[in-house]
């Protein structure tokens, strides 16, 4: 029998199944459209990494990507043009009802179709995943000449939103990035059997940093933060994650790892590196304290994560950050780690202020980004839009 739900179509530059803030909120949004019923999602991306098709509620359509395309100007343009003939097959086969564009790269790639008129009979809508200001001027030109044929543009902040209505006309819609159906529920004996594994005591603090390797996320600062962290004479040790890709990665993971263990040794460091959803969601549960450090972030999944786990959250005060973090104690500049490192003694010695600031960030993401708000918001639009169209 015929599929009769309208389909939705994802276009994205990137494995889905390679960590990070937008491949997981698509893959969780879609998981949800599918269990809903009432569009069926069909992702477009790269070949998968450790994954295949069958491991997922929705479908997949995959195409050849340069992993290290990076690595020179030429890769990149090679990559882009290949792109395009991708994209063009693959929504020439699918014949999609509303196409949703879901990274920056893959705007611009399927902006060199539509806007030459390729595909116009297709509404569609792009998920701004980054912030206005942080494009280089001729992507952001392709961005802007693209939305002229949108229906709506949507971004994860509203510090974003409020910038990006001041370059375009089309609607600007925010609906936050959501993290995994793995961080639904809090279990908190969980905590204590984290600990229980990793022989830390309860007078020892941990200090988490995750996330995928790239230049935003300014990695290589992290061993500075936890030297800061070291000279307060407090009692910690620090868990790390990273996610690598290109191959160039790996050598960023020992730079950081070498850097984190000249202030706490080789004992007071845990790392952990590849994690699915499921391994993630359980390690937040052995962090007091979880660390950004980004100097750029259009939002920052980690940090909602952290607070699901009602982890206690600091970040550096860039982009998005701010409107997620929504507390100005537990922001600090890079230039002044001496304040990141006195607000971690003042809580790690007054528990009573510490859970406190558990119970803040728990519920701030219990009341602005949960799994089911962000997918109501996706099927409200999506529905919107099509019956408009007819």
Not at 170 to 183: G, L, M, W
Not at 282 to 299: A, G, H, Q, R
Request: proline share 4%; aromatic share 12%; with cysteine.
């Amino acid at each position: 029998m015929k599929d009769q739900r309208k389909t939705i179509l994802y276009l994205m530059e990137y494995p889905i199944d390679l960590p990070g803030g937008g491949q997981m909120s698509t893959k969780t949004l879609c998981e949800g459209l599918a269990k809903e019923g009432t569009f069926r999602p069909v992702v477009v991306c790269p070949h998968l990494l450790k994954t295949t098709g069958e491991d997922y509620d929705f479908d997949i359509v995959t195409y050849p990507s340069d992993e290290n395309r990076e690595l020179s100007k030429f890769l990149r343009i090679r990559n882009f043009l290949a792109r395009i003939g991708h994209f063009y097959r693959i929504i020439k086969k699918i014949r999609p009802d509303l196409i949703h564009v879901s990274m920056s790269e893959s705007l611009v790639t399927f902006g060199f179709l539509r806007i030459f008129g390729i595909f116009s009979h297709i509404p569609f809508v792009y998920t701004d995943r980054g912030l206005c200001f942080g494009y280089r001027a001729h992507s952001k030109a392709v961005i802007k000449a693209t939305m002229k044929h949108a229906e709506m543009m949507l971004t994860t902040t509203e510090f974003n939103a409020s910038l990006w209505r001041k370059e375009i006309k089309v609607p600007v819609k925010v609906i936050p990035n959501t993290i995994s159906s793995a961080f639904d529920d809090y279990d908190p004996q969980k905590r204590d059997l984290a600990r229980k594994r990793y022989g830390i005591d309860s007078d020892t603090a941990v200090i988490g940093f995750a996330g995928r390797i790239s230049e935003e996320k300014d990695w290589m600062k992290a061993p500075d933060v936890v030297a800061a962290i070291a000279s307060t004479g407090i009692k910690f040790k620090v868990a790390l994650v990273m996610s690598v890709y290109e191959d160039r990665d790996e050598e960023i993971v020992r730079a950081v790892k070498d850097g984190i263990r000249r202030s706490v040794g080789p004992e007071g460091l845990i790392y952990m590196q590849d994690l699915d959803q499921e391994e993630i969601a359980d390690y937040y549960y052995l962090v007091d304290f979880f660390i950004m450090t980004s100097c750029f972030e259009s939002f920052g999944k980690a940090a909602v994560e952290a607070m699901s786990r009602k982890c206690m959250v600091l970040s550096t005060p860039v982009g998005g950050l701010t409107e997620v973090i929504g507390k100005e104690d537990d922001l600090y500049e890079m230039k002044d780690l001496p304040r990141l490192a006195k607000r971690i003694e003042y809580l790690a010695a007054h528990p009573d202020e510490a859970q406190k600031e558990r119970d803040y960030f728990y519920l701030r993401y219990k009341e602005n980004y949960t799994r089911d708000r962000n997918i109501k918001g996706h099927i409200g639009v999506y529905g919107s839009i099509l019956d408009k169209r007819g």
